[in-house]
């Protein structure tokens, strides 16, 4: 009997201490592929010191630095729902963290009990009472816990890094909505100007019709192109209605009308090059969620892993009452047992292997979608610093067209007092100028909008 004990020790201890080898991978933290390039850069990047001076861990005040807009921004964040639902996706995932940490603590239960008894012939029940305390603990000798503890630790992380791109969004469309207001009330101005304008142009053709020095003609072409640009004034006036009521959106208020400041204009603190360095990109919260991402499905591999091995838990039951059992004591007395129990799954239907298939597969999509959002990434930064710089360029050339249109315009309305010139001359001059300065414009706003995707893609918004 003796030596049948001492060989069923030996065995469990034999099978505890192979499942024991042969599980320690699931005990290793999550940690960066080094057989990925893009994914080696990365991991780099995160090893370097944190540039406090780059554009995209600057605040968002000294990039905004309207302070209509900044007004606007900090309304925004204060009120705005999905901002709102990404901090309580934060508190969710604080509260599922702390469940984590307390699993490893037992569970411990109170319920007392009590019951009545007959027997024989007699009138009065015999009763008795239980006053039990029972504890369970499950020891996790195979990481199931341990794997959901930092399992939960990165998806606080990964909502954190949510909530830090919700942030971002909104500063830029509240910024975007606002630059665009104040384009489109610029070209209000201007084509209301330009209106009042080409009607003076119309009736100075008609007080030449009737000098004789122009016919019919001139005057209906001249009032075509008058009301040209008075057909263009409430497509303006439709468009900053829109823009209006996405801005109070943005605000999560009723819809009114925002005022803006139509001189401002995004200038960059930072002096702007071509590249897009590795440590920057790893400041994004997009990717830093994608990484957090990755990280999971890591820990839910081993989660899947971890059901092929043995559970182990102890209890314990204790308490003071005449009740034990179905036998009625008296008087009183205290009681207490000890249990431990070992499951070991063998088969399981297949499911284990199944799952644990399915989350490798998982596991491998979250790091095809990690990188893929690091390229993405380099790629948005490139197309906004691109655009912007060209855009600059851009303005430069048409700033000089408008400049020599506006001469050219002066020049034409002179020569046509003096009968130099002819009306056809003078309606092209100011399409053409008009054109240019609508141009200017429509560049001042892709310039702006630039910015704030350059500063978006670097991870701004802090």
Same mark, same amino acid.
């Given at each position: 009997?003796?030596?049948?004990? *001492? ?20 005990? *290793? ?99 008795? /009472? ?7 603990? !499950? ?18 992380? &990964? ?51 009737? +000098?004789?020095? /122009? ?21 303006? !006036? ?22 803006? =400041? ?57 308490? /003071? ?29 297949? &499911?284990?292997?199944?799952?644990? *298939? +399915?989350? *490798? ?46 001469? +050219?315009?002066?020049? =034409? ?50």
């Amino acid at each position: 009997m003796n030596m049948n004990i *001492k060989n069923i020790r030996l065995l469990l201890v034999t099978v505890v201490t192979a499942t024991v080898m042969s599980s320690c991978h699931i005990y *290793k933290k999550y940690d960066l592929p080094e057989d990925n390039e893009t994914i080696s850069k990365y991991k780099e990047a995160l090893e370097q010191p944190v540039d406090s001076t780059a554009l995209g861990n600057l605040q968002w005040e000294e990039i905004f630095t309207d302070p209509q807009l900044q007004d606007l921004i900090n309304q925004a964040l204060e009120n705005n729902t999905d901002l709102q639902n990404a901090k309580l996706n934060v508190d969710i995932a604080h509260a599922q963290l702390l469940g984590a940490r307390l699993s490893y603590l037992p569970s411990i239960s109170f319920a007392p009990n009590g019951s009545g008894s007959k027997v024989g012939s007699g009138t009065s029940l015999d009763w008795g /009472y239980q006053l039990p305390l029972a504890a369970s603990w !499950e020891i996790d000798i195979f990481g199931s816990k341990l794997n959901s503890k930092r399992q939960a630790q990165v998806n606080l992380k &990964q909502t954190e890094a949510y909530e830090q791109a919700v942030r971002s969004q909104i500063i830029g469309s509240v910024a975007n909505c606002y630059y665009q207001l104040v384009s489109y009330n610029k070209q209000l101005t201007l084509y209301k100007e330009t209106a009042e304008l080409w009607k003076q142009t119309v009736q100075v053709m008609r007080d030449m019709k009737e +000098a004789g020095r /122009y016919n019919e003609v001139a005057i209906v072409q001249s009032e075509a192109s008058y009301y040209s640009v008075l057909s263009a004034i409430p497509q303006v !006036e439709t468009t900053i209605n829109q823009l209006n009521n996405t801005m109070s959106l943005l605000l999560n208020v009723e819809p009114q009308t925002w005022n803006v =400041n139509t001189e401002s204009m995004i200038v960059l603190p930072t002096e702007l090059e071509y590249g897009v360095p590795m440590n920057y990109l790893a400041a994004r919260p997009d990717v830093r969620s994608a990484e957090y991402q990755f990280a999971s499905a890591y820990y839910a591999t081993n989660l899947a892993r971890t059901a092929f091995y043995p559970n182990i838990t102890l209890s314990a039951n204790g308490g /003071y009452g005449t009740l034990i059992g179905s036998a009625i004591l008296d008087p009183a007395k205290w009681f207490i047992s000890l249990a431990g129990q070992l499951t070991l799954p063998l088969f399981n239907s297949g &499911q284990n292997i199944a799952n644990l *298939k +399915a989350a *490798k597969a998982q596991q491998q999509q979250a790091l095809n979608t990690f990188e893929y959002t690091v390229l993405s990434a380099s790629a948005e930064v490139s197309n906004a610093l691109v655009t912007m710089t060209k855009s600059q360029e851009m303005r430069q050339n048409i700033a000089l067209q408008v400049e020599k249109l506006q001469k +050219a315009v002066e020049y =034409n309305q002179d020569l046509l007092q003096l009968s130099t010139t002819t009306y056809l001359e003078v309606l092209t001059a100011q399409q053409s100028l008009l054109n240019s300065q609508v141009s200017l414009l429509n560049t001042d706003l892709t310039i702006n909008q630039a910015a704030i995707n350059l500063y978006q893609s670097l991870g701004g918004g802090r």
